[in-house]
């Protein structure tokens, strides 16, 4: 079982509608997560971190984390064609893993108009 | 403005060779990693440090190495190029261990 792993994709949804990526984790004591955005042939850009269970919202976007079942989720409201790109899960567990994040596989999402 | 540099940003090299890739960061940050990218795997740690003359193993450390003389640079060896080390190459740094990652713009690397 892969550590971090995440909704297969390819996700296809249209403007405006609300995008949902999700995600679980195997570590139990993971301390942080995180969603990376990252656009063909470019470098992954930090969207969210959360830290705790809930919600977190910043903008249109919605990180929700449930520690309990391992799992960790984004969601995207009022989706744009410019959210098309790959979306990164990634996760820290802390302890001797101190520093370290280990991705998920990615999901691929298309916004088509 | 602060920044991340990697370079070359394209490599094509031989089986065999040593490649050594450059990570130069100048946010004045102590940590520091190697990620690799490769289709279906996401991103995959090869090594990091977390300090000058830190340095430890991740995930997929085998047939690379690095040092860290300074806080700015980390740079990359690839002993012996493998066809297996084709892949993009990202550098990143952070400020805190478990806080944003900082990357740079990749190096894509073939290996023929």
């Known amino acids: 079982q892969k550590e971090v792993e995440q909704n297969s994709g390819p996700l296809s949804v249209p403007e405006g509608a609300i995008a949902s990526l999700n995600c679980t984790y195997s570590?139990?004591?993971?301390?942080?997560f995180f969603w990376y955005r990252q656009y063909s042939g470019k470098s992954p850009e930090l969207i969210m971190s959360?830290?705790?269970?809930g919600d977190k919202e910043d903008g249109r976007f919605t990180a929700q984390l449930n520690k309990a079942s391992q799992y960790v989720s984004l969601l995207i409201r009022d989706s744009q064609p410019s959210d098309s790109a790959t979306y990164l899960c990634a996760v820290n567990a802390g302890g001797t893993s101190y520093g370290k994040l280990t991705f998920g596989q990615g999901t691929i999402l298309t916004v088509h108009p | 403005d602060a920044e991340i540099t990697q370079s070359p940003r394209h490599k094509i090299t031989e089986t065999g060779r040593q490649v050594t890739l450059a990570c130069h960061q100048t946010w004045n940050h102590n940590n520091m990693f190697w990620y690799r990218q490769d289709l279906g795997h996401g991103l995959r740690l090869i090594h990091y440090s977390y300090g000058v003359h830190d340095t430890n193993k991740g995930e997929v450390s085998d047939g690379y190495s690095v040092s860290r003389s300074n806080t700015e640079d980390l740079p990359l060896t690839l002993e012996s190029a493998a066809s297996s080390q084709t892949s993009v190459y990202f550098c990143?740094?952070?400020?805190?261990?478990?806080?944003?990652?900082?990357f740079g713009s990749g190096t894509q690397l073939s290996v023929l």
């Open positions: 570590d139990r004591v993971s301390q942080s």
């Open positions: 990143a740094s952070s400020e805190m261990p478990n806080e944003k990652l900082f």
């Open positions: 959360i830290y705790s269970n």
